[in-house]
């Protein structure tokens, strides 16, 4: 398995978790981290990536809220998810890919489910 995510949840709304995913080596080396979602009836959207040198992008609906980090020592990027409303619910996917394209992998995908 060359990413693989845990941490997702059911939680009320203001709420928090933390996503994790662990990376094989060569991978979180060589590329740019990120999660996306996936709501119901919903495209895949970003939600945050992370480069090697630690510089972040977000999506505007999560600034403020979430935050992406990487721990290099154990190849792994961690998603904190703060202030959850409703709207964040969805399956959230780790990736790898080059900057400024497409993932070129994925990992199984968690579930977040936010309560009103």
């Known amino acids: 398995v060359q990413l693989q995510a845990s941490g997702g949840g059911s939680v009320q709304a203001g709420g928090s978790l933390r996503l994790s995913c662990a990376a094989s080596?060569?991978?979180?080396?060589?590329?740019?981290m990120g999660w996306y979602r996936q709501a119901p009836g919903k495209q895949r959207e970003l939600v945050a990536t992370?480069?090697?040198?630690?510089?972040?992008v977000y999506a505007d609906s999560v600034k403020g809220r979430f935050t992406i980090s990487r721990d290099n020592a154990e190849n792994t990027v961690y998603l904190q998810l703060n202030s959850l409303k409703p709207e964040d619910t969805a399956v959230y996917y780790c990736?790898?890919?080059?900057?400024?394209?497409?993932?070129?992998?994925w990992g199984q995908g968690t579930q977040v489910t936010v309560s009103s």
């Open positions: 080596r060569w991978i979180f080396v060589t590329y740019d």
């Open positions: 990736s790898a890919g080059p900057r400024s394209r497409s993932p070129y992998y």
């Open positions: 992370i480069t090697s040198g630690g510089s972040t």
